[in-house]
């Protein structure tokens, strides 16, 4: 079936450093793809999504490549700050309508 | 749109106890979402509703748990009787298909 594979953190990294989380999905069709983040004591928000092959998905200075060729959806950030400290998560949408498979998450700390 | 609502934010119940949350969807959304989140299972999704249907309760652990959608605007998971390993975040989202999730902001229950 679908699944989604994180790297696995915790990952830490200075303040103003590049980040970059890997995730890769196995998927029959074409699914979308979604970042999403948690900020500790509160839900999911979405971060950023794509929809077909080559897509970017672009927000807050997060940006993500949809790439068929090697089914990866890695997140990067050219500088990151200590509010960016929280737990994100990589998500695909099954073709089968509406539900979202989620990788088990990773947790970013960013130190100043 | 004030989002997705979830009430209570925070549940603390006794063993054997009744326990009911609630969710509020985004008014338009054809897609209910209820996800538990613990740090030893990370996000599973219990259940999900299209159009009020309950499509897939396979992830409902057990017959302890129920949920129903009685109309567009809300719903309810329900666990009788509960147990400390029910302590956890329990999330509600909805959607329309295909646009990605919009997630509440939770209810931590501690069953005691």
């Known amino acids: 079936g679908d699944s989604v594979t994180q790297m696995e953190g915790p990952v830490t990294l200075s303040e103003e450093a590049f980040l970059t989380i890997n995730c890769t999905y196995t998927?029959?069709?074409?699914?979308?793809l979604f970042w999403y983040v948690q900020y500790p004591g509160e839900g999911l928000q979405l971060l950023l999504k794509?929809?077909?092959?080559?897509d970017k998905g672009s927000n807050k200075g997060f940006e993500a490549t949809y790439r068929k060729e090697t089914t990866s959806f890695h997140l990067e950030k050219g500088s990151v700050q200590v509010s960016d400290s929280a737990v994100y998560f990589c998500?695909?949408?099954?073709?089968?309508?509406?539900?979202?498979?989620f990788g088990q998450g990773t947790e970013l700390s960013v130190k100043p | 749109d004030a989002g997705v609502i979830q009430s209570p934010r925070h549940e603390v119940t006794e063993m054997g106890q009744e326990v009911t949350l609630r969710c509020k969807p985004i008014?338009?959304?054809?897609?209910l979402f209820w996800y538990r989140q613990t740090m030893m299972r990370g996000l599973e999704l219990l259940i999900y509703?299209?159009?009020?249907?309950?499509?897939?309760d396979s992830g409902m652990p057990e017959d302890r748990f129920s949920a129903k959608m009685p109309n567009a605007s809300f719903s309810t998971l329900k666990i009788q009787p509960s147990e400390p390993r029910d302590s956890a975040v329990y999330f509600c989202?909805?959607?329309?298909?295909?646009?990605?999730?919009?997630f509440g902001s939770g209810t931590r229950l501690t069953v005691v």
């Open positions: 794509a929809t077909k092959a080559d």
């Open positions: 989202a909805s959607s329309l298909q295909g646009e990605g999730y919009t």
């Open positions: 998927a029959t069709g074409y699914p979308s």
């Open positions: 509703f299209n159009n009020n249907v309950p499509i897939d």
């Open positions: 998500a695909l949408g099954d073709n089968q309508g509406g539900k979202l498979i």
């Open positions: 008014s338009g959304h054809d897609y």
